[in-house]
């Protein structure tokens, strides 16, 4: 192909998103017998494939965990999985970069590809994975025992249960006062149980990971004194790693930030957590231990958390988009919450937080669907104790179904 209609038909500006992230190259992608080709490195590390180029022979090696393509430059004969096929358009060299056809290689990878003619925008969904299923143990009693729904058996017995689903928990038996000293009793419920041990004993039997949830509210402006104050953030941070290297981290689930708050009162709250984060992050990493934040979502009433910030320094972002008073919670407001928090956070990052008092089964389908449509890194259950059998049973065949669309 003359390189005169290579770069004429390059001017065309095709964009390129991967789960909606857009793709940078260094050669811009160019169109060729209506078909779009594109740099293969820069395509392959968003798609998280690993790539080998042998300059000798001019060929690419792309490999996934189930997935081997060999490509020549030059040449339409490919392989599959050492399988034989021809393509409908030959890979390329253009300014020393290799280009490959799009669709062929990112469906080869098991993603979907759709192309916008007016906006000249190829779309890549990458292929669906395996999510987090995080399960919230705390402020269970006799009827609601988080213990007896994760195990499937009276306290202290236990078998595998369900822990081949929830594979994560969040034990929510901490909160904090306002000088930052860490409480096992909380005036809002929340408390270590007497049986802490064997929760956390049975849990790695099990394989399960484990982080401690430090849950406070700012109804007494409780938080919003806190991070205002240097000193108990210190004494926190003196404190924490005594307890957190019990766990695999830290989820921090602080509600009611920005509460009718507006301009400079609700700029500094967010100015003020965002440096308290920043410090415990610094402090857990010392230590290799994670970091996730249980936030209101972000179109809820709740203003106070700085997503675009929070996003670059949390290893998890849990968003709690429930509340919105209805039931089964609206798939729209949900939806959006997502799309708003994906506007900040990376997707990677994110999990969709569901109040399963508030849904059915059938409507744990929808959300499940949501997240894995949107390829968050998982969903957080609120709260062991409240998933009945048919729960458990849709959660399961929704979280290993391959292709799914909402009712």
């Known amino acids: 192909m003359p390189k005169a209609l290579i770069a004429q038909e390059a001017d065309k500006s095709i964009s390129v998103t991967v789960d909606g992230a857009p793709v940078s190259f260094d050669v811009q992608p160019v169109s060729k017998?209506?078909?779009?080709?594109v740099p293969f490195r820069a395509l392959a590390e968003a798609l998280d494939i690993n790539v080998d180029w042998n300059s000798s022979n001019q060929k690419?090696?792309?490999?996934?965990?189930?997935?081997?393509?060999?490509?020549?430059?030059?040449?339409k004969n490919a392989l599959n999985n050492n399988q034989p096929i021809e393509l409908d358009m030959e890979p390329i060299l253009l300014n020393g970069r290799a280009l490959v056809p799009l669709r062929f290689f990112s469906e080869a990878f098991g993603c979907e590809v759709s192309w916008d003619p007016i906006l000249s925008k190829v779309s890549i969904l990458s292929a669906l994975k395996?999510?987090?299923v995080i399960g919230f143990y705390a402020l269970g009693d006799k009827n609601t025992s988080s213990w007896t729904n994760l195990f499937q058996a009276p306290y202290p017995q236990s078998t595998a249960g369900n822990t081949d689903l929830i594979k994560n928990l969040a034990l929510g038996w901490y909160s904090l006062d306002r000088n930052g000293n860490i409480l096992t009793h909380s005036t809002t419920g929340w408390q270590r149980p007497s049986s802490w041990e064997m929760v956390l004993l049975n849990a790695?039997?099990?394989g399960l990971k484990?982080?401690?949830?430090?849950?406070v509210t700012d109804k007494d402006s409780t938080i919003s004194n806190f991070i205002a104050n240097n000193t108990a953030i210190d004494n926190l941070l003196n404190q924490i790693l005594g307890e957190a290297r019990l766990y695999s981290g830290v989820n921090l689930d602080f509600e009611g930030l920005g509460w009718n708050e507006s301009n400079?009162?609700?700029?500094l709250t967010k100015t003020n957590f965002t440096n308290f984060i920043t410090k415990l992050s610094q402090h857990l990493k010392m230590a290799n231990l994670k970091l996730t934040l249980t936030l209101h979502a972000p179109n809820s009433a709740y203003k106070g958390y700085?997503?675009?910030?929070?996003?670059?320094?949390?290893d998890e972002i849990i968003i709690m988009a429930y509340d919105y008073g209805q039931n089964p919670e609206p798939l729209s407001l949900v939806g959006q919450a997502i799309e708003m928090a994906l506007n900040q956070v990376p997707s990677d990052k994110l999990v969709l937080g569901i109040s399963l008092p508030n849904e059915t089964p059938e409507s744990i389908k929808d959300k499940i669907t949501l997240a894995k449509n949107k390829r968050l890194k998982g969903i957080a259950l609120w709260r062991l104790g409240l998933i009945s059998e048919e729960m458990f049973k849709t959660m399961r065949t929704t979280l290993n179904s391959q292709f799914m669309h909402i009712r």
């Not at 017998?33 to 080709?37: D, K, M, S, V």
């Not at 690419?60 to 040449?75: C, E, F, K, Y």
């Not at 400079?264 to 700029?267: I, K, R």
């Open 33 to 37: 017998n209506n078909r779009t080709l």
């Open 60 to 75: 690419i090696i792309a490999t996934n965990s189930s997935t081997i393509i060999d490509l020549q430059i030059g040449n």
């Open 130 to 132: 395996e999510i987090k």
């Open 204 to 206: 790695r039997q099990y």
């Open 210 to 215: 484990s982080e401690m949830v430090i849950h």
């Open 264 to 267: 400079e009162e609700l700029a």
């Open 306 to 314: 700085d997503f675009q910030a929070l996003g670059q320094i949390a």
